[in-house]
């Protein structure tokens, strides 16, 4: 396969910008500063060789490197002292051993997960046709992944040759032709959506992305042929998939609901709601207050329940109901594992601290919320008749609202499924719950 343009491409800026080390020894005055000829007669006299090290341009905190093959070792400075208290000619025998061993095995999977990431396409390129034809595809886009790159650093024709030793169909879902994918993208100037070559099938993560900077954002879908995306990396748990622009279809942005989009007096509504309930919380009632199911936690899904309670216009018995289970729905955890027992647990507890103040029939509702809060739709379903509940759909209605309010929080563990929402606007504050996960204080600040 033809290799990449060397000389200009800004991939192999690090390799092109290395100067060798004796090329410079005219610069006396510098070379004799750092006692350059005893460091190069320590070098000689261990039998390697000076024409494999190089000064480096670009790098403030390591001028000088070593790079031979598939080694590529920084050196903070270029002195016999600093070559040996580094112990760097034992490091650059250890890495080229180790890379002789990957390759007298042909293991390239490890190869290039310990080459270094400045040198790794460098390496691809050299062993393209010692990799196994089958293995070429998946580990060039190891490479690209690990590496940071974008499509848009390759000749279109250079990724079409690595498509063609694919080895089947890229295993994404569906069996529709198309599939929907996301894109993140940040308040700030960025370039289009419509020219943009990184997507995700995870629009979670495209909501990550659209508000990691500034905390607002704006998320895109499209759909792209299931063979014309370029690569599916699954690596880092982002689901991307990498394609060519003008192969995207019906690019459009998502409508979702901004901490921005709430106006002025509901905010002002939500606040003072928030303020009376939070007083109620304390971190003795938890086991691990600091934990994944604790203090922080409990906050976000008050907060959501009450967002989503005003925005709907709730009756006040809807919200004191929503807003105690959320304050006391994880109180009874003794783990942050998977824990079924743990709402029939919160219940007992906040019932034996005399936390619920509630009568009937709101009391009732507030049990069938906490406990089976933590167990599946179908099963809480099943159990509503062991409740004394007045109006079943209004007990259904009111626990589908608490569990998008707790879902909408599984943000923080990279672990949350849309298709589980069970509400409208559950899935229209996907991005709310990501800005309060982000940043809590957010909601807060923004009440002018």
């Known amino acids: 396969m033809e290799s990449l343009d060397r000389i200009n491409s800004k991939l192999f800026a690090t390799v092109n910008g290395l100067v ?32 494999h090290f190089y000064f480096k341009r670009d790098d403030p905190l390591a001028c000088f490197c070593y790079y031979r093959d598939l080694v590529f070792i920084d050196i903070p400075i270029f002195t016999r002292e ?49 990799i196994p034809d089958q293995d070429k595809y998946e580990t060039f886009w190891f490479v690209y992944s ?17 498509m063609a030793y694919r080895n089947g169909p890229l295993d994404l879902p569906g069996d529709d032709e198309y599939v929907t994918i996301y894109r993140g993208q940040g308040e700030a100037a960025s370039p289009p959506a419509q020219i943009e070559h990184s997507w995700t099938l995870d629009i979670n993560t495209a909501i990550r992305y659209a508000v990691q900077s500034t905390g607002e954002g704006q998320v895109y879908k499209a759909l792209i042929r299931k063979r014309d995306a370029a690569a599916y990396i699954k690596r880092k748990n982002e689901k991307e998939i990498v394609v060519f622009p003008s192969l995207l279809k019906d690019v459009v942005p998502v409508t979702l609901l901004s901490l921005a989009d709430l106006k002025p007096d509901l905010r002002l509504d939500i606040m003072d709601r928030y303020d009376y309930y939070e007083k109620q919380l304390k971190t003795e009632y938890f086991y691990r207050p600091e934990g994944i199911h604790g203090i922080m936690h409990t906050r976000r899904v008050l907060l959501l329940n009450l967002i989503i309670s005003c ?81 079943r759909g209004e007990s259904k209605f009111l626990f589908d609202t608490f569990k ?45």
Not at 101 to 129: P, Q
Not at 146 to 162: A, N, T
Not at 324 to 344: E, K, W
Not at 420 to 435: E, H, M
Request: proline share 2%.
């Open 311 to 391: 925005l709907q216009g709730y009756q006040e018995r809807f919200i004191n109901i929503l807003c105690t289970a959320a304050l006391y729905h994880d109180i009874g955890r003794i783990n942050d594992n998977f824990d079924p027992q743990h709402g029939i647990e919160s219940y007992r507890k906040a019932r034996q601290l005399g936390l619920i103040n509630l009568e009937q029939p709101d009391h009732a509702i507030l049990k069938y919320i906490i406990e089976n809060h933590c167990i599946s739709d179908k099963l809480a379903r099943e159990h509503l008749d062991k409740y004394n509940l007045n109006d």
């Open 146 to 162: 690990r590496c940071g790159l974008g499509l848009d650093d390759f000749p279109e024709e250079y990724i079409r040759k690595i």
């Open 82 to 130: 600093a070559l040996e208290s580094f112990q760097i000619l034992d490091l650059i025998k250890f890495e080229e051993g180790r890379m002789e061993n990957c390759l007298s095995r042909g293991d390239f999977k490890t190869l290039f997960y310990i080459v270094d990431k400045r040198i790794a396409l460098l390496a691809y390129e050299k062993l393209f046709n010692h």
């Open 20 to 51: 060798p080390i004796q090329e410079l020894r005219s610069l006396r005055n510098y070379f004799n500063k750092l006692n350059y000829w005893e460091a190069a007669g320590y070098i000689e006299s261990s039998g390697m060789e000076l024409i």
């Open 404 to 448: 998008d309010a707790d879902g909408l929080d599984r943000v923080r563990i990279n672990d949350l499924d849309i298709r589980q929402l069970r509400t409208d606007y559950g899935r229209k504050l996907l991005l709310v719950a990501r800005q309060l996960h982000n940043d809590f204080d957010l909601f807060f600040r923004q009440k002018e």
